[in-house]
């Protein structure tokens, strides 16, 4: 019989990162597996190597699965560890339930649980059971288990998330003095204080975090965003501008919300110098023009304190992301003749394309914003040459006059006096940060 060797590890790995289905991880397992003595210690070692993959590729994930379940057919001793890898596993895989299930099973076996409260409390706090939660952790600090900041965040979000203010000042207090209290903390506080308008609380904290750190907004929690919001809501104007400012010199990621309120700030007669700035620095970041001057609708986020962590170390300055230069000429988008763009594809790319240059071109003056206005109309021209005949033969429609005035743009000859429907609200409401990063499920 064979043993476990480095090489038989790395080919299991590779081969479960091409399944995507328990059963295939299953099957793939046992192949590579087969006539390999395995014991308890060469099974942990075997997870703790599948563990180190991408998360994002849910197949080693499954194969710690099947190799739990192979670990109880050929009747291998269980150890606390290996309840932990199994129940990481099935934690990221957002099956809280068999987590629960798998804690109740190894107090049945008489394993006494410590390391494995960690992922306990993160399924509870997933659940929203928030009594069995802390019952959890309470148990777990009775019999040695110290908690790590990424699982006290988690009660922290948990708590937030349900608008229990005093729990979650509590868990906070607790947290500070267990471990100390990270950046990620402080956004957690600070934005569930801020949901419910506690915006002194706001200040106190965000002054406390600038004392105890010398780069505040250096990391890709959204708490430069949210204090945007706060220092807006208290009237300090100048304060939000430098922070602002800060951020897009430091180059951090600004939610689209962010520069929504920004744009409110800045009249539009008076200041349009800066206003066009802050179009401009979202639109090299590909932010769409009518998230600025709308509300934008909330995309989802990270819904668990541990995916938040995760996003922290994704939020330095990428280094592929160079600035855009608005001088320099819009290269021809390549179209290939044989595989076309489809037709409804173009069709909704020019309507949002109009739909800017109308809106847009409505708010400017006289002898404004030129530069950001021929960038608009050039990708319009791209867009145009794809719905022509040449590249789309089904379409027999001759390609149309376009005709572009300085407060608007349509595809037909317009009249000199044609006035624009277009609107010119910039104070629509602004939604809750908050809750655009509760729309992700795990």
């Given amino acids: 019989m064979e043993t476990l060797s480095k090489e038989k590890v790395a080919k299991l790995v590779a081969a479960l990162e091409k399944v995507g289905t328990q059963a295939e991880a299953d099957r793939t397992v046992s192949r590579h597996l087969r006539g390999v003595f395995m014991s308890t210690d060469g099974f942990h070692y075997l997870f703790e190597c599948l563990l180190e993959g991408d998360s994002d590729n849910i197949g080693p994930w499954l194969g710690v699965i099947s190799g739990f379940e192979r670990m109880k057919q050929l009747s291998i ?129 965000w002054d406390e975090l600038k004392r105890n750190t010398t780069d505040p907004i250096g990391v890709n929690t959204p708490i430069g965003s949210v204090m945007i919001d706060v220092l807006q809501k208290v009237e300090r104007r100048n304060d939000a501008k430098d922070l602002f400012d800060s951020m897009l010199k430091s180059g951090v990621e600004i939610s689209p919300e962010a520069f929504h309120i920004m744009a409110n700030m800045y009249d539009k007669k008076t200041e349009s110098a800066e206003l066009d700035r802050i179009v401009q620095e979202a639109l090299k970041r590909k932010i769409p023009l009518s998230a600025v001057r709308q509300t934008p609708k909330p995309s989802g986020g990270l819904s668990t304190s541990a995916e938040k962590e995760k996003a922290i170390a994704k939020s330095k300055p990428k280094s592929n992301l160079n600035p855009v230069d608005f001088d320099a000429p819009i290269p021809e988008i390549p179209i290939d003749p044989a595989n076309p763009p489809s037709q409804e594809f173009v069709d909704q790319k020019l309507d949002e394309l109009k739909n800017l240059l109308d809106n847009y071109g409505s708010e400017t003056q006289e002898g404004e914003t030129d530069n950001l206005m021929q960038k608009l109309r050039d990708e319009f021209e791209v867009m145009e040459k794809m719905r022509s005949p040449k590249y789309a033969p089904e379409s027999k429609a001759p390609r149309k006059a376009m005709t572009v005035v300085r407060r608007g743009m349509s595809l037909e000859p317009v009249k000199p006096k044609r006035k624009s429907k277009a609107t010119s609200d910039w104070s629509l409401p602004y939604p809750s940060l908050r809750d655009s990063e509760r729309r992700k499920q795990t």
């Fill in 77 to 205: 001793p269980m150890e606390e560890p290996s309840y932990w890898f199994v129940m990481t596993a099935y934690n990221t895989l957002g099956k809280y339930e068999e987590v629960l299930k798998l804690f109740e099973e190894m107090k049945q076996r008489g394993i006494e649980p410590e390391a494995v409260y960690a992922v306990v409390i993160e399924a509870y706090a997933a659940l929203e059971k928030h009594e069995e939660m802390r019952e959890a952790y309470t148990k777990g600090r009775e019999v040695g288990y110290e908690p790590h900041v990424v699982t006290l965040n988690t009660m922290i979000d948990a708590y937030a998330r349900s608008g229990n203010l005093k729990e979650m000042m509590a868990m906070w207090k607790e947290t500070k003095n267990v471990v100390g209290v990270d950046e990620l903390s402080y956004y957690l506080v600070i934005d569930a204080l801020r949901q419910k308008k506690h915006y002194p609380d706001c200040m106190a904290l």
